[in-house]
Every structure is written in structure tokens, then in C-alpha cells.
């Protein structure tokens, strides 16, 4: 059920009072706008970003292949209310037949396809000039990047391709201005707060937007169907109930086994993977097994288990979907093994006991059950506002500025993981004990309980005991898994355990100043240009991949809070005949980044980086190290624009932005009116550069596009 927000509320009352008051409202009605179609080809061959449904999945699309076909109709409504307010409403029908879903096909509520657009009046009170609606508030004026221009949320299904003016989401606000003194202007807002829509965060999380075009690798490997921990956690488990299951058999001791892996705490990832021969024992039954077989190379039993399971039509078999071995082929010896360049899943937790994968099993009476995971939101309801002040002014010399502050929930969402109890629901407490008796059923003392997670120690080979088992326990002090590690038989609790996914938006002060100043070079007309932006409270993804080696996976990614100051200069000169040139200085400033170099070494001995650091919001991914975020981060920028035709019908613009890391995105367009009704329109979008950037990643999905739109109005 759609839920209307308080401010929504209040504001279409607002909105409503003078229009049952005004007998003409129905007079001085304006009807205007376009029908328009936009049409876009891929450019170059490849997959995307979350294309793939499991490793070895080979689809592509290919260059020539359709990527959008959208039709809309816009109407613009105008009419007065009264001698001093009007009214205003855009509605846009619009459908993407292209669209990888419902979801990105036609309407969407607080989208860049909402149908209900914008709605709003003006008036005045006194000297208070008020705007009350849904609407768009203008604070940044940068060229393909959003620095001061924070108000309203961004659509990113095109990334940066749409105009400001399409990809921003309106939203109901107060709206308040009012001139102070000859040059100055106060400006309130009161909003409600609304996130930013980015493709694979949608409605349904599992796997609703393959093959979306702009899907972020950061945001892959959150939901991605290969990739993402809300897919690869519930794989691994079940690779651990098959691995329980072979324990509690007796393939790996001969005999049946009453405790499962619990006696292999002092067994890891690697430690199994690495050995040259793994001898076991198969099994007809628990208990019945021999005699001593050698299954071969670690790392292959392992594969074979993961995708194959046990035995056919084993239930927990990975059949090659998510990324937990780095595979190439799909037989169990088509597999690398490589800790110190990790790709896959168990690449990344080398150090991870036996005994921890029994954490995340439980046994249903007839088989071992894996855990699952789940994607929750927990953000805040519309109806607890933003609030936002901005001054603007002008000094004689021509130097116009602002000022602004903005109270607000960041539009950007945070990711936090969690245990729970899958049936209670009840959040557990992670637990790292530092050693388990060989003997099942007696956990060692746990020093590490109470401590920084930093301060575990880190070299296995110094310390045989480096290597913590993950336990799972709730507030009665029950542990889960699917033997009891306090008993070592089957868990009297039942329960198995869920891991959390939970989206949430933290408040964030936003405290900003902007500068423009005209002056002239000689002939050439110039304008200095600058945005500044410092947010405080604003959340940062890391990664600590000591914890991630151990399988913590509740803690080997979180959310910290950041300090960021970001700033934009630019330089805007007029040459020859009407060519307008502008660079662009960007920079952002990670005021708490993180960066702990560290060095870990496996059971048998590999070294790996076990680091805790910023990862890049864009792009960190299994596939390419946990990527790295930047403290500085940089762009750069240069736009051209001109006019051109008989009377200056037509206009192009190019853009070029390179970041920092080797990205690149250059996108010309151009425009051209035929007649007063109809206008023309291309558009060329090219990625390209280092894969692991926010451009580079896009580079398969780079693209021409081609418009037409037919302007009508009284």
C-alpha cells in the first residue's frame, strides 16, 4: 500500500486551499509538451556487469543489440490561482520496451519514469516567495558530476548520460525565498527525504536486475547472482553441509564421526585445498566407509564438492552459479587455487576453520541445512524530513556566491551485515574462539572475546591458534551450528541462522559554498566557477580481509562513518564564434580513510594480504581484489559547446571526464530543430579505460543513441 509522508500530506493540503477558494482556477489553463522517442544501440561485444547467471555462463550481448527503446509524452500544465499564485503539473507517460524488468520498463514511483512528475504552486506571503509541491531544487551547476546538487535524489539506470534535469527525482517540499537587502537571497527547504535509485538495489534483490547495462560492480557484489554475498553466503553453507555430512559419515576418519566437522578446528580452507593428496575414505552409509582412497589434489576435492556435492542430486551442490572456486571449465580439475590472488570465495578465507563451517549448518532431521541470507531495509519513513539553508549574494566587483547547509539522510544507502536467528529472528553474537580441542565438545578459552579485532594475532605460522573459529551464540548463551560446539552432538537448538543484508540511510550534515565571477581575458569573455561540499557523518564500505580470511563475514565488511570534503573549479571561456570551452578541476577528500597494510600467512604457508581498508564504492568485487577506495580521488573534465546552422538551429556538446585510476567517459550530442515542432538528436557515450573504475567498469556498455520529438502546445 502506498504510504503518503506527512510533508506529502501537508503540502497538497497547501496546495488544495487556494485552489477550492479561487472560482477561476479552471481559467488561464496552459497545455504544452512533446512526444518523443529515444532509441540506443551497444557499441562494442561483451558481458556486463551481473550479466552472467553462474561462472561458466557465456551470454553476451552484441554490438548493434538494442539497448533502449523508449517512447514518452510529456505534458506541461500551467494555470493561475487568483491574481498572485499559479499552478504547475509535468506528467510524463513513459515505457522502455528495452528495460531488463517491470522494474525499468515503465512506471515507477520516484523514478526517473514516475508518471506524477511535478506538482507544485506559487505564491507569496509578504515578502516570502513559496513554491509547495512536488519539484526540483537546483544548488550545483557542475558539468557531469553532482557536488552541491544534493536536494533531490538522482535516477542512475544511464549512470551520468541524462541531463541533470531528467535523472533528478522531484520530491514534495516547502520551498521558501525571500531577497535580503539589493543583491542577497535566503532560501529554505523543508523535504522529504527520498534515496538515490541505482540498478540492482530494487525491489526484489535476489537477482531482478541481470543484465541491467549500468550495474556497478560494488553494487554486484551485494546482490549479484555470481558474485554478490547475498547469493555466494548460502552457497558456501551448503559446501559446508555437504562437507558436514562427509564428516559426520566418516569419509575423512574412517568411522562414523558423531560430531561432524567440530573436530577439524585445527583444519583450514587452505590447509585442505593445499595438500597434494587428500586420502578419505568413501562411504556407502555412515559409519561404513574404506577403505583409504586418494581423492587427489586438495583444491580439486574441494571444487568437486562445491559444485557437485556428495553425490548426484545432492541438494547443496554449487553446480558452477556463484563464485566460490575460481573455475574455468566444469570439470572439478578445471579450477585454480591461489590465496595470494584471490578471485573466488574460499580464495578470500584461506584461513577459515572446518569448525567454523559447522557455524552455518543446522540438521533438519534428515540432511544438513546451509544458512541463508536476505536483504532487509531499515531506512528512515519519508515523513522525518531534510532541512536545507542556502544564502546567495553578489559583491559589486561581480563576485556572486552561497552558502549552504543542508541537514539531511544521505540518498546513498549503507549495507550492514548481521547474524540472526532464521527463526526467532533474534540478532546473534559473533564469537571468535582463538582454538578448539581436537576433542569435540569443549571450546578453549577465548581471548579475543573482548578485544579490537585488530589485535588477533595474525601469522598461523608463529601461532598455531591464529586461526579463530567463528561461533554463532544468542542471548541465552546457545550456540548454533549443526553440532554443538559445548557438547559436540547434534544441537538440541534446531535453529539455523540467517545472514542480514540491511539497508539503511544515516543523517548527514552537509555544510557547502559556491563561487562564480565574470571577467574578461582580453576579447574572450571568461567565467570563474567554483563548488564546495563538506559532509560529516557520511558512511564508507571496510574491508578487513584478516576477517574475511577467518570467515567473520558479519564483520569483514562494514559501514564506518566518514568525513568528506569535495570541491569542483572550473574555467568557462567563450572563443571564436560562440564555442563555449570549460574545464573542470574535481576532487574528493576521504578525511578518515583507512589504510592498515598487513600480511598474513596460511596453514601452509601462503602469504596473502590480510589488509583493512576503504573500499571503492563503485567497484569493489571478488574479482578484483576487495578493490581499494581512493583518499584523494580525482577528475578531470573538459566540455565543449556551439551552436550551429542557419539561425543557429542546431547545437553539439562534447564532455570528457578521466578519473583517477585510468577511467574515461566522453559523450557528444547534438541537436537539431527541423521545423518549430519537430527536433532531432544524437548521442554518442563512450567508456573505456582501467575495468576497475567508476567509468572503466561501463566500458561494454558504451553507446549511440539516436532521438526524435514532436513539441506541441497552445
Sequence with gaps: MYKRSTLHLAVLAAISLPAAATADFMEDIEINGYLKNETAIFLRDGPKTGERRTMLDDRQHDAGELMKFENSARFFINGLLGEESSWHLDINLICDSEGVNSYWQCHKN??????FREAYIDTSVGDLSLRLGKQQVVWGTADGIKLLDIINPTDFREMAQNAMEDSRIPIWMINAEMNVGETGNIQFILSENRTNVIPGLTDDRRDSDDGHPFIMKGVDSITGKVNGFLN?????????????????????TGGLNASGLLPFAGMTVDGFASNPNIVGYPCSSPGVCGPATSFGPGYIVLNNIAQN?????????????TNLMDVYGPQPTQVNW???NPTSAFEYMPNATFATFNTFNTFDGTRFVGANAVYTKDTPDTYEPNVGFRYRGSLDNGLNFSL???YHYSANPEINMYWRDAVTGEKLTVQ???GMSPMPGVIMPDPTTNISPNQIPLDASANPLANPTILLRNSAGQYYGAFDPTTGAFNANQHGVTLVMEESRSRVNSFGASFDYGTQWGDLPVVLRGEFLYDKDEKQPIVDKRLLGVGDLANALVMEDMDRF???????VTVFTNLLVSGQFIQMINLDYVDQNRTCTTQTGIQFDCSRYTADFSTVHMTNGMNRGWEYKEFYSLFFSKPFGESQLGRWNNITMYEDGGGWWNRFDVEYSFT???IGSAELNVYWGDEDTTFGQFKRSSNAQVGIKYIWGN
Design 110 to 115: 520516484y523514478t526517473q519514469n514516475d508518471w
Design 566 to 572: 569535495s570541491y569542483v573549479l572550473g574555467l568557462d
Design 338 to 340: 591461489n590465496p595470494a
Design 309 to 321: 556435492g556428495l553425490a548426484a542430486g545432492d541438494p547443496n551442490a554449487n553446480n558452477n552459479v
Design 404 to 406: 549552504n547547509y543542508f
Design 676 to 678: 518549430d515542432e519537430w
Design 432 to 434: 571468535r574462539a582463538t
Design 232 to 252: 555466494v553466503t548460502p552457497a558456501l553453507a551448503g559446501v559446508a553441509g555437504s562437507f558436514n555430512a562427509a564428516a559426520f559419515a566418516g569419509m575423512f
